[in-house]
């Protein structure tokens, strides 16, 4: 059994080997193969190297065309930087000739420039359109203006100073505030000002056309609007911007009195109310205290009774009271007196309590303004003003009201108390008098 396991163990050793065998055989058998293609390979390229006979020759052709290309390109950059000494001498030739007329030139290109600005915001433009656009040539070129381009900013010089002295009439599309187009006769009064339907007109150089104001200025200008408008012949008084629409582009952005009282806020209209009652109340009591001494005055005039009034009141009660003593009648009259002052001073302490309040309501707003305008500089800073105008405005505008409600009521105040002691004292003097006259019977 042994004996059969060692000869199995040798059988596996022999088939193992000769399988390795078989493979380095085959590895042997594939590098003689390559070695002989690669071979092949070199000793083809060998020999299609020694039949090009004429190798050397194609290399020094080579070698001839390099020289001269190297010469020829020697001689290019000795003409180049001839030409380059030869174009600095030109400029500087040409430098030293131009001379002041540079200096002309760019002067020119600086006239254009300004001119083309004073063109896009002139009322001119609106009848001669584009001719800013013909400006630009000469303002934005970089070379010299041409003859021609120098005779268009001489002739748009001399059309702006022309017309800046006509009144001129003539047809021609205009908007609304609303932005609506209708046809209109437009009167040009030079750069000025320009009129339309008895309306003030802006111009706007985004879309090259006239447009009525937002706004228009007060009616004493709008009447003459309106007559120049309207006339045919002869001079006619018109009010105009020496500003060239400066001073009615300001009057856009100026708010009216309704917008300036708006500006107040709630506490405003508050202020404005309480001034409203105030007043009201006030002129009533002044009419009825009017009323009253009317008819006291009339009471006076005549010897009939008639309690209508304060003093026929009191003198019923000392007709009724004839019989009494002096000392009585003295306290029955100032009892009665005592019962009419009441009536005589209603309203006077509700006046001036609305003419303390006012004021005060206005500071309230002052404070509140200020506090407002602090959080918009915490929140935005310094930077833009107008963050800060709300609440400045309403500092201001409710200080004025406060004051504008104040000042009449006080003077409201003063004339219901006048006329109110006049009327007390009207009573005091006819009833000592008749408790005088009572006293000498």
Same mark, same amino acid.
């Given at each position: 059994?042994k004996?059969?396991?060692?000869?199995?163990?040798?059988?596996?050793a022999?088939?193992?080997?000769?399988?390795?065998?078989?493979?380095?055989?085959k590895?042997?058998?594939d590098?003689?193969?390559t070695q002989g293609?690669a071979?092949?390979?070199d /000793?083809?390229?060998?020999?299609?190297?020694?039949?090009a006979?004429?190798q050397?020759?194609?290399l020094?052709?080579?070698?001839?065309?390099?020289?001269?290309?190297?010469?020829?390109?020697?001689q290019?950059?000795?003409?180049?930087? /001839?030409?380059k000494?030869?174009l600095?001498?030109? #400029?500087?030739?040409?430098?030293n000739?131009?001379?002041t007329?540079t200096?002309?030139?760019?002067?020119?290109?600086?006239?254009?420039?300004?001119?083309k600005a004073?063109?896009?915001?002139?009322? !001119?433009?609106a009848?001669?359109?584009?001719?800013?656009?013909q400006?630009a040539?000469i303002a934005?070129?970089?070379a010299?203006?041409?003859?021609d381009?120098?005779?268009?900013?001489?002739?748009s010089?001399?059309?702006?100073? +022309?017309?800046?002295g006509?009144?001129?009439y003539?047809d021609q599309?205009?908007l609304?505030a609303?932005?609506?187009?209708?046809?209109?006769?437009?009167?040009?009064?030079? #750069?000025?000002?320009?009129?339309?339907?008895?309306?003030?007109?802006?111009?706007?150089?985004?879309t090259?056309?006239?447009a009525?104001l937002?706004?228009q200025?007060?009616?004493?200008?709008?009447?003459?609007?309106?007559?120049?408008?309207?006339?045919?012949?002869?001079?006619v008084? !018109?009010?105009?911007?020496?500003?060239?629409? #400066?001073?009615?582009g300001?009057?856009?952005?100026t708010p009216d009195?309704?917008e300036?009282?708006?500006?107040?806020?709630?506490?405003?209209y508050i202020?404005m109310a309480?001034?409203?009652i105030?007043?009201l109340?006030?002129?009533v009591?002044?009419?009825?205290l009017?009323? !009253?001494?009317?008819?006291?005055t009339?009471?006076?005039?005549?010897?009939?009774?008639?309690?209508?009034n304060?003093?026929g009141?009191?003198l019923a009660?000392a007709?009724?009271s004839a019989a009494?003593?002096t000392d009585?009648?003295?306290l029955l009259l100032?009892?009665?007196?005592?019962?009419e002052?009441?009536?005589?001073?209603?309203?006077i302490a509700?006046i001036?309590?609305?003419a #303390?309040?006012a004021p005060?309501?206005?500071l309230?707003g002052?404070i +509140?303004?200020?506090?407002?305008?602090?959080?918009?500089?915490s929140?935005?800073?310094t930077?833009d003003?107008?963050?800060? /105008?709300g609440?400045?405005s309403?500092?201001?505008?409710t200080?004025?009201?406060?004051?504008?409600?104040?000042?009449?009521?006080?003077f409201?105040?003063?004339?219901?108390?006048?006329?109110s002691?006049i009327?007390i004292q009207?009573?005091?003097?006819?009833t000592?008098?008749?408790i005088?006259?009572r006293a000498?019977?």
């Amino acid at each position: 059994m042994k004996k059969a396991m060692i000869m199995f163990a040798a059988l596996l050793a022999c088939s193992s080997a000769f399988a390795d065998h078989l493979d380095l055989d085959k590895l042997l058998r594939d590098i003689q193969q390559t070695q002989g293609a690669a071979g092949k390979i070199d /000793a083809d390229q060998e020999a299609r190297f020694l039949a090009a006979a004429d190798q050397a020759q194609a290399l020094e052709a080579a070698r001839a065309e390099l020289r001269q290309q190297e010469q020829l390109s020697q001689q290019l950059s000795a003409r180049l930087n /001839a030409g380059k000494a030869q174009l600095s001498q030109l #400029a500087g030739e040409l430098d030293n000739r131009s001379g002041t007329l540079t200096d002309l030139f760019d002067v020119a290109r600086q006239v254009a420039g300004d001119l083309k600005a004073d063109l896009n915001a002139s009322l !001119i433009s609106a009848e001669f359109p584009d001719r800013s656009r013909q400006l630009a040539a000469i303002a934005d070129a970089k070379a010299l203006p041409t003859i021609d381009q120098l005779e268009r900013l001489w002739f748009s010089l001399q059309q702006e100073m +022309t017309e800046s002295g006509k009144v001129v009439y003539y047809d021609q599309e205009v908007l609304s505030a609303a932005g609506e187009p209708r046809q209109a006769k437009v009167i040009r009064i030079g #750069a000025f000002n320009a009129l339309a339907d008895g309306k003030y007109l802006r111009y706007l150089p985004e879309t090259g056309k006239l447009a009525d104001l937002p706004r228009q200025p007060e009616s004493e200008f709008t009447d003459l609007a309106e007559a120049i408008s309207a006339a045919q012949t002869g001079p006619v008084a !018109i009010g105009i911007d020496p500003t060239r629409g #400066a001073i009615l582009g300001m009057l856009i952005q100026t708010p009216d009195t309704l917008e300036r009282l708006a500006q107040g806020g709630a506490i405003g209209y508050i202020i404005m109310a309480l001034g409203v009652i105030g007043f009201l109340y006030g002129v009533v009591r002044l009419v009825v205290l009017t009323r !009253i001494g009317q008819k006291m005055t009339r009471q006076m005039n005549r010897p009939e009774i008639s309690e209508d009034n304060p003093l026929g009141r009191v003198l019923a009660v000392a007709e009724h009271s004839a019989a009494q003593e002096t000392d009585n009648l003295e306290l029955l009259l100032d009892e009665a007196i005592t019962r009419e002052v009441p009536a005589l001073e209603r309203g006077i302490a509700m006046i001036k309590l609305l003419a #303390a309040v006012a004021p005060l309501l206005g500071l309230l707003g002052t404070i +509140t303004g200020m506090i407002l305008t602090f959080q918009s500089i915490s929140l935005f800073g310094t930077g833009d003003p107008k963050l800060m /105008a709300g609440g400045i405005s309403q500092a201001l505008v409710t200080t004025m009201q406060g004051l504008c409600v104040a000042i009449p009521l006080l003077f409201l105040h003063s004339l219901v108390v006048a006329r109110s002691h006049i009327l007390i004292q009207i009573l005091d003097e006819q009833t000592a008098g008749l408790i005088s006259r009572r006293a000498g019977q």
